[in-house]
């Protein structure tokens, strides 16, 4: 769904942001989509994988 929103504001290049690589994380289901949907409409994106937790926010 956002991947569809994103195209649809006229996003040519996109970099995504990332949190966590584990295998396990639900985040890497929705970066999937948004990478099928993005590789489908032959759009420009890319992946930058940050290293924080949600424990970093609040020290």
């Known amino acids: 769904m ?3 929103i994103v195209l649809k504001r006229g996003a040519k290049e996109i970099l995504i ?3 966590s690589q584990q295998d396990l994380s ?3 289901e929705r970066l999937r989509g948004m990478m099928d949907c ?3 409409r ?3 994106f ?4 940050l ?3 949600a424990g970093n926010l609040f020290k």
């Open 38 to 40: 993005f590789q489908k």
């Open 26 to 28: 639900p985040i890497n």
């Open 42 to 44: 032959q759009t420009k």
């Open 17 to 19: 942001f990332c949190g």
């Open 46 to 49: 890319s992946t930058a994988y």
């Open 2 to 4: 956002i991947a569809q």
């Open 51 to 53: 290293d924080f937790t």
